[in-house]
């Protein structure tokens, strides 16, 4: 079956502009989530939604936002970018209830 | 606050060669995951382990989790090249935090593994 799938694969944006990813998570997976990989902080959990809810969510700044719609498909969004927020950024999903998480291939958001 | 740490962070070793790698947290969860990771590529998936003393191996590669001692090991069984990738061990405080089937993944800083023929 068709693995998580991520648009755009690449973005160039500058400060202080606003950026939407998204997310297309395998068929019958409910629970999608998102992290953020730099160099330097390594992998960083951002939220998870399930069924159009945010269950949990990390410790990073109200400019970044998502939402899950009801085909499960996800997008995040973020806000007045900084130089910090060039990072990898990777959608996973999953069943749920412990089964691993299917990672996308990223987005790799370049602010400049 | 959770603290995920890995070790070691590099490990350069022998085609043929057995090591393992360690992951150590620091607060009580019983769902850890091990991922691997190539250069430019994202994570794929190796190994869940959700109870104490669960083991799961798949060819050279065999985990292992110890809920009590907050332990994961990843013990690499006579390497070779294609091996090389960066291994990364996630704790999982979804359900601690928020209730059965939820996820919260905190990552370790990951080992990179370069294995030379």
């Known amino acids: 079956k068709a693995g998580v799938t991520q648009t755009p694969r690449y973005l160039i944006k500058t400060r202080g502009q606003q950026v939407t990813l998204s997310c297309s998570p395998i068929?019958?997976?409910?629970?999608v989530s998102w992290y953020q990989q730099t160099p330097g902080q390594g992998l960083q959990f951002l939220f998870e939604y399930f069924s159009e809810t945010q269950r949990n969510k990390g410790n990073f700044p109200g400019r970044f936002s998502g939402r899950q719609f009801s085909n499960s498909r996800s997008e995040m969004n973020v806000s007045t970018l900084e130089l910090g927020d060039s990072a990898l950024y990777l959608c996973?999903?999953?069943?749920?209830?412990?089964?691993?998480?299917?990672f996308g291939p990223g987005t790799r958001l370049t602010v400049l | 606050e959770l603290k995920v740490e890995q070790n070691p962070l590099f490990l350069s070793m022998q085609e043929g060669k057995n090591y393992t790698i360690y992951c150590n947290y620091s607060?009580?969860?019983?769902?850890l995951y091990w991922y691997r990771q190539d250069p430019g590529k994202s994570l794929e998936s190796l190994f869940v382990l959700l109870s104490n003393g669960a083991v799961k191996q798949e060819g050279r590669l065999m985990a292992s989790l110890d809920t009590k001692a907050r332990l994961s090991t990843l013990h690499i069984t006579a390497a070779v090249h294609d091996l090389s990738a960066t291994y990364f061990c996630?704790?999982?405080?979804?359900?601690?935090?928020?209730?059965?089937?939820?996820?919260?993944?905190?990552f370790g800083k990951g080992t990179k593994l370069s294995v030379i023929p």
């Open positions: 996630a704790v999982d405080m979804g359900e601690l935090y928020s209730g059965a089937g939820s996820y919260q993944l905190t």
């Open positions: 607060t009580t969860s019983d769902r």
């Open positions: 068929s019958g997976h409910r629970s």
């Open positions: 996973a999903s999953s069943l749920g209830g412990g089964d691993t998480q299917y």
